[in-house]
DNA sequence: GTCTATATGGCGATAGAC
DNA sequence: GTCTATCGCCATATAGAC
């Protein structure tokens, strides 16, 4: 373990990150990791022993991030409409950092589902605590014309989809144009919280 | 062009829907496709030149049905609240039939963006318009507190996202019970359509 | 049109020199 | 630890008999 050795494995690590994110599993190639990485084939199945564990390595750090950012928001002492607020300010820049990341994720849960239920257990997640503690603000707010699931579902989808149909949406609203459309993401932030205010507190 | 060629090309093309929609292009393995077809992969060179023009021909038969739900609705005769009502049925009903397509067309799209100006062109779609009588129908309803382009990535990414994520929403809400989930998918229309009609008309 | 057999290439993985 | 060379497999694609 000489100081060597971990910047080669970081190098690599930075590398499949690159790969694995945009090409998924299946469309990653070992050789392109290598070159991305500036090294052999060779060293990737000396660091890591196969495809599957390093691709694995990569996943787990993935999806970690997408974890914390809802619970200790929650948590914290504030008001519903707040900590909706900061739960999408969290999410938006979170996506912005990782653009790849709902794809990404999407993608290697539907050719392997089962791995879900290992990453839950390795990082100690509860998601229905979220859903009891979600639930009880609404009740405290005298929100009844939704349930904490749909909620919880509605505020995910309008963070997270825009961003796994990115080539979609780019074409569709701006005809390809990039500019526009990172103006169109930057600016949904505050239709978000607007459009999900309005849906639970205009009553 | 007997009555045996038909049969086969169309039991080749079911197959192949069948296993392209559910593995994705990297994913899916002509021999897989054979055999679910029942017959040897040679015939698949046969009738199609090759994986890539086979899987074309799934792909665009699955791009075109997203789109016209859309232009004939907006075109109808009605008050924006039920023009947007009877967008949320069709979309439920095309996505409840067609589940996996909403993560097959991310997926492939993310592959080969271009494929997505052949379509357009193919098919004579103009998303502007589309946009341009959604912002009228807006304006005729005095809505200002949104764009048109951010109200239909929501109602997109309300109806579409839920099914793309559907092992981790099946997860995170139900602990993997697919009854459970099922259940959720039917009553979400109503839910969705109620969400839209407080973020808009509300006020 | 449909099959069997085979060509062809690419990719993950390993052996072995240094 | 890092490299070159190569193995072994599997997937797409083709040749050719029937």
């Keep these: 373990m000489t100081e060597l050795d971990i910047t080669t494995e970081a190098q690599i690590i930075q590398a499949a990150r690159k790969v694995f994110l945009v090409k998924g599993f299946e469309g990653a190639r070992m050789q392109e990791i290598a070159d991305e990485a500036g090294i052999n084939k060779a060293l990737l199945h000396y660091y890591f022993r196969s495809k599957e564990k390093l691709f694995q390595s990569i996943f787990q750090e993935a999806f970690q991030r997408f974890i914390p950012s809802l619970y200790d928001v929650m948590l914290s002492e504030r008001t519903l409409p707040e900590k909706l607020d900061l739960i999408i300010d969290r999410y938006q820049e979170l996506l912005f950092e990782n653009p790849y990341l709902p794809q990404f994720i999407l993608q290697e849960v539907n050719r392997n589902p089962e791995c879900l239920k290992t990453m839950f257990q390795k990082f100690g997640v509860q998601p229905s605590t979220f859903i009891s503690f979600l639930e009880k603000e609404m009740t ?64």
């Design 140 to 203: 405290k707010e005298g929100i009844t014309h939704i349930t904490p699931q749909h909620l919880l579902v509605n505020i995910l989808s309008l963070n997270i989809f825009p961003f796994a149909a990115k080539p979609i949406l780019s074409i569709i609203l701006f005809n390809n144009n990039k500019d526009e459309y990172l103006e169109f993401m930057k600016e949904r932030k505050e239709y978000i919280k607007l459009f999900i205010h309005n849906a639970l507190f205009k009553s």
